[in-house]
């Protein structure tokens, strides 16, 4: 089975300052894909990051880069330059990978992040 | 813009009635998967449909059931609902030959059960 443990229930950040939102994961699986996405109060989940398990450099898309120390068995989502768009809930998720297997995602319970003016 | 959509997106239901969620899913994919989403909590995964079939379970009773139609959208049913049945309900889709490809949310159908 897989779990996902994010810590850090809510999250302050002044405006174009950096954060760091905690993510950890568990499972015996060799082969797997990690998520963010972020949830704004409309309920949608926008997907922002994927790193997989044999990704040898850490994802980078725009102002979010995953930061994968797979000994660890961490992937922390750090966001530069915050804007205040960037407010919302922000949701680490995995998936086993491999043939056969549903596509299923494992979150964990998520970061509010509120990015201050 | 996901091109995912969900109706209706709120409703109230009391306990022992039927509910039926319904999604259309971005143009292409074949694969919608269906969530749980407890008021403050992470999505949960219910089921999920490829080609009309479905391949992959989570953690809920039978009363949870659904469907894919030859156009790729689904429903989720739910039968005598609980109150603990409240929720926010996420569809998602996704090509099912794109093994780590992201999946495309909508923005849910919350579901009130008094």
């Known amino acids: 089975a897989q779990k996902i443990t994010q810590t850090q229930p809510g999250m302050f950040v002044q405006e174009k300052e950096a954060v760091t939102l905690d993510c950890t994961y568990d499972?015996?699986?060799?082969?797997?894909?990690l998520f963010w996405y972020k949830q704004p109060s409309s309920g949608e989940m926008i997907f922002l990051i994927y790193?997989?398990?044999?990704?040898?450099q850490n994802a980078t898309e725009g102002r979010y880069s995953l930061n994968f120390q797979k000994a660890r068995k961490s992937a922390n989502l750090v966001i530069s330059a915050s804007q205040l768009g960037d407010s919302a809930m922000y949701f680490c998720?995995?998936?086993?990978?491999?043939?056969?297997?549903?596509?299923?995602?494992?979150f964990g319970s998520g970061t509010q992040l509120t990015v201050l003016p | 813009e996901t091109g995912v959509t969900q109706s209706p997106t709120h409703l109230i239901k009391t306990r022992g009635q039927q509910v039926t969620l319904r999604c259309s899913s971005q143009?292409?994919?074949?694969?919608v998967s269906w969530y749980q989403q407890a008021l403050g909590q992470g999505p949960q995964f219910i089921f999920q449909?490829?080609?009309?079939?479905?391949?992959g379970r989570g953690n809920f009773p039978p009363r949870f059931s659904g469907l894919q139609f030859p156009n790729y959208s689904s429903e989720l049913n739910v039968n005598a609902l609980e109150l603990d049945d409240s929720a926010l309900y996420l569809c998602?889709?996704?090509?099912?030959?794109?093994?780590?490809?992201?999946?495309?949310f909508g923005e849910g159908s919350r579901l009130t059960v008094l």
């Open positions: 499972t015996s699986d060799p082969s797997y894909g």
């Open positions: 790193q997989g398990s044999y990704d040898q």
């Open positions: 998720a995995m998936r086993v990978l491999g043939s056969g297997s549903a596509r299923q995602l494992t």
């Open positions: 449909y490829y080609r009309e079939e479905e391949n």
């Open positions: 143009s292409g994919h074949n694969t």
């Open positions: 998602a889709s996704s090509l099912g030959t794109t093994n780590t490809g992201e999946l495309f």
